[in-house]
T-cell receptor, first 113, second 116 residues
């Protein structure tokens, strides 16, 4: 399985943007980059995913490097509710084999009021 | 849209006893996952079903854990006999499959198991 590397923890001030990095130097050409987050005492929730182009949704933006060996999840204006563990996951599309959704250790994001 | 339902929410058992967890995925979702999450760690995939077939169960301790998904809908995960190290939150998730397109997974609240 292709591996991802994330910082163990990060801190950010409330109402400021947050950039969460993820390195995935062994990514294959068909792997999608997924981000999930897990709030305290809850199951993980989907945040965003992409393949090559940058992606935006109501929760966040995903910036993917041109060589796809790294990506950055961007929270445009952090709130206290964004304090969570953020997971960056690589996953091939269906039919390519090994379509597992495998979590690593993630980045624990702390928001400072 | 109803979410992924899991029961029970909490369970305390003694070691060597058996326990079963139940999961009702979102209607129409073809893929169902069971994860084990030990305190302070990320979720570990135990088994992944596509309809009622197994996609991956490489990390399922098959000497004590079993899972089934009858008729490609609900699923149960069983532990028999339980060990102290099985204390964890057991998460169920489901996702639709739309051809080759990748889709998001939806997670339940989990079942917190304590083995004493």
């Amino acid at each position: 399985d292709a591996k991802t590397t994330q910082p163990n923890s990060m801190e950010s001030n409330e109402e400021e943007p947050v950039h969460l990095p993820c390195n995935h130097s062994t990514i294959s050409g068909t792997d999608y980059i997924h981000w999930y987050r897990q709030l305290p005492s809850q199951g993980p929730e989907y945040v965003i995913h992409g393949l090559t182009s940058n992606v935006n949704n109501r929760m966040a933006s995903l910036a993917i490097a041109e060589d796809r060996k790294s990506s950055t999840l961007i929270l445009h204006r952090a709130t206290l509710r964004d304090a969570a563990v953020y997971y960056c996951i690589l996953r091939p599309p269906w039919g390519f084999g090994n379509e597992k959704l495998t979590f690593g250790t993630g980045t624990r994001l702390t928001i400072i009021p | 849209e109803a979410g992924v339902a899991q029961s029970p929410r909490y369970k305390i058992i003694e070691k060597r006893q058996s326990v079963a967890f139940w999961c009702n995925p979102i209607s129409g979702h073809a893929t169902l996952y069971w994860y084990q999450q030990i305190l302070g760690q990320g979720p570990k995939l135990l088994i992944q079903f596509q309809n009622n077939g197994v996609v991956d169960d490489s990390q399922l301790p098959k000497d004590r854990f079993s899972a089934e998904r009858l008729k490609g809908v609900d699923s149960t995960l069983k532990i028999q006999p339980a060990k102290l190290e099985d204390s964890a939150v057991y998460l169920c998730a489901s996702s639709p499959q739309q051809g080759w397109l990748d889709t998001e997974a939806f997670f339940g609240q989990g079942t917190r198991l304590t083995v004493v």
